[in-house]
């Protein structure tokens, strides 16, 4: 295999939402009182809590 197929693979097995880190600073930002939206396309970066 070429690097890059082997890159795009192991990219493919990585996790883009609601990883469990993730589930838990949503899970505290939420029981701090705070209010979010999550993963919004249309800024830049693409952020996961905006």
Request: no cysteine.
């Amino acid at each position: 295999m070429k690097p890059a197929e082997v890159r795009s693979k192991i990219m493919r097995a990585v996790p883009r939402k609601n990883t469990k880190p993730e589930i838990y600073v949503h899970s505290l930002l939420h029981e701090l009182g705070f209010r979010f939206r999550l993963h919004n396309k249309n800024l830049p970066g693409t952020p996961d809590i905006f």
